[in-house]
């Protein structure tokens, strides 16, 4: 009887350690798995955000051009207007040179 004792408790003992040793081979499949999935999700976020990025400069880069012509054209609109003003005032600026050059007195 105590043979038979002693025989179902090294079964029982064995039986432990078997499964001491599955539940830890389970636990690493179980994080190995975790790890994959954590790296693949990972992957998909540097992939999604990237994208994202790229639309966003890319919306940046158009406003930024919309805003380019923009001023351009409010530049153009300025330079037309003082070249305007500048011909407008060049016959009056022109008798002035006349008149002051007239009135000056010649040495004799």
């Known amino acids: 009887m105590a043979l ?3 025989l179902r408790i090294s079964e ?8 001491a040793q599955d539940a830890s081979a ?13 790296q693949a999700l990972l992957g998909e976020t540097r992939a ?4 994202q990025a790229k639309t966003w400069m890319a ?4 406003a ?9 054209q409010q530049a153009q609109a300025a ?17 002035f040179i006349v008149q002051r050059i007239v009135s000056v007195p010649w040495p004799s």
């Open 59 to 62: 919306e940046a880069e158009e």
């Open 26 to 38: 389970q636990a690493k499949e179980l994080i190995r798995q975790a790890e994959a999935a954590g």
């Open 48 to 51: 999604s955000a990237a994208a």
């Open 12 to 19: 029982a003992e064995e039986l432990a350690k078997q499964g």
């Open 79 to 95: 330079c037309k207007e003082i070249s305007q003003r500048a011909d407008g005032r060049l016959s009056e600026a022109a008798d």
């Open 64 to 72: 930024a051009a919309v805003q380019a012509r923009q001023i351009d």
């Open 4 to 6: 038979d004792a002693i």
